[in-house]
């Protein structure tokens, strides 16, 4: 049974800058998609980033392009998602998930693991 440990949220201003760690276990995660989705109060949860387990191919929420980044240590067994120039907006529960596909998912369904959250706070 795998499981996926989210890490590195907090309380920032906007313009900050975090970056969540996700860490693998209990599984071999390194041939598995990896992404982030995050969910805002009120809202339903939505897909921020991906990437594949090899090839290093990524793709991002319309939203976050150009200031978060997506990436993975296969080694670690540890994925990263580095979030810079945060909006107020941007706040919400950011869960790390994997799914057993060789592309870049993007919806909840081809997602086989949920991580408990980790909690981001952007200030105005």
């Known amino acids: 049974q795998g499981q996926l440990v989210e890490s590195g949220g907090g309380l920032v201003q906007a313009g900050g800058s975090l970056r969540l760690s996700c860490v693998a276990s209990?599984?071999?995660?390194?041939?598995?998609?990896m992404g982030w989705f995050r969910q805002a109060p009120g809202k339903e949860r939505e897909f921020v980033a991906t990437i594949k387990w090899f090839g290093g191919n990524t793709n991002y929420a319309d939203s976050v392009k150009g200031r978060f980044t997506i990436s993975r240590d296969n080694a670690k067994n540890t994925v990263y998602l580095q979030m810079n120039s945060l909006k107020p907006e941007d706040t919400a529960v950011y869960y790390c998930?994997?799914?057993?596909?060789?592309?870049?998912?993007?919806?909840?369904?081809?997602?086989?693991?949920w991580g408990q959250g980790t909690q981001v706070t952007v200030s105005s």
């Open positions: 998930v994997a799914a057993k596909v060789l592309y870049t998912a993007t919806r909840e369904a081809e997602y086989d693991y």
């Open positions: 209990g599984r071999t995660f390194t041939t598995y998609t």
